[in-house]
């Protein structure tokens, strides 16, 4: 059972517009959203998240959106970059977690941003 | 300041064969994760500590084993290796506490034969 889904494999846009990742999840309980980018060869490295307690956080190009009714939220880069070009993944963690920390993540989406 | 290290790299394996991925961090983290990432399936968590001495099991933690003797260590260990076991594994660690991240390692590509 996929409590974060993560529906779009791929994505490719143009170098300067928008992108936007979207991620779904199932558990009510989750009360932490995180979303981690990663480079071919390299690990995941953290890229911004969000408290749900807020519907939105922004840090630089990096905006990232949570609709709690829907259980759904975005990550929108603007704008877009060559060098974002990375499989990125939504992560969420439960409230009540923080004894161990436990992420559920989802399976990825392979941005690819064109010059 | 090298943050979370793996070793080895890469390695092959022959189905039967064992072995142990080494996890190393300096960021005197208490928490430390074992994850496989396999195509279409994102990273999923084998086996996590939540401080030197402790281990406990994740959603996939069939055919691994781990020890943290020491905390800044966290190993991994296949003791009969399956084809199935063909991933990338990658190890994290965390400090604890709300609104924090892990922080992750660069990954061991492993293939079993």
């Known amino acids: 059972d996929q409590q974060v889904k993560q529906n779009s494999p791929s994505l490719s846009v143009q170098e300067g517009r928008i992108s936007i990742l979207n991620c779904d999840y199932t558990?009510?309980?989750?009360?932490?959203f995180l979303w981690y980018k990663k480079y071919p060869a390299e690990g995941p490295t953290f890229l911004i998240s969000?408290?749900?307690?807020?519907d939105k956080n922004e840090d630089g190009r990096f905006t990232v959106f949570l609709n709690k009714s829907a259980k759904h939220l975005s990550l929108h880069i603007v704008p877009s970059q060559p060098g974002d070009s990375a499989v990125y993944f939504c992560?969420?963690?439960?409230?009540?977690?923080?004894?161990?920390?436990?992420?559920?993540f989802g399976q990825g989406t392979t941005l690819q941003v064109k010059p | 300041n090298a943050g979370v290290t793996q070793t080895p790299k890469f390695r092959v394996l022959k189905t039967g064969q064992s072995m142990t991925l080494l996890c190393a961090q300096d960021m005197n983290h208490e928490y430390m994760y074992w994850y496989r990432q396999d195509p279409g399936m994102g990273l999923r968590l084998i086996h996590y500590?939540?401080?030197?001495?402790?281990?406990a099991k994740g959603e996939v933690p069939d055919g691994y084993n781990v020890s943290r003797l020491k905390k800044q260590n966290f190993l991994l260990g296949l003791e009969s290796a399956a084809p199935s076991q063909t991933s990338v594994y990658f190890c994290a660690s965390f400090e604890g506490g709300p609104y924090n991240e892990q922080f992750f390692g660069p990954g061991t590509r492993l293939t079993v034969l």
């Open positions: 558990n009510s309980m989750f009360d932490y």
């Open positions: 992560a969420a963690i439960e409230a009540g977690s923080s004894n161990t920390g436990k992420l559920i």
């Open positions: 500590s939540v401080g030197e001495g402790t281990t």
């Open positions: 969000i408290s749900s307690i807020k």
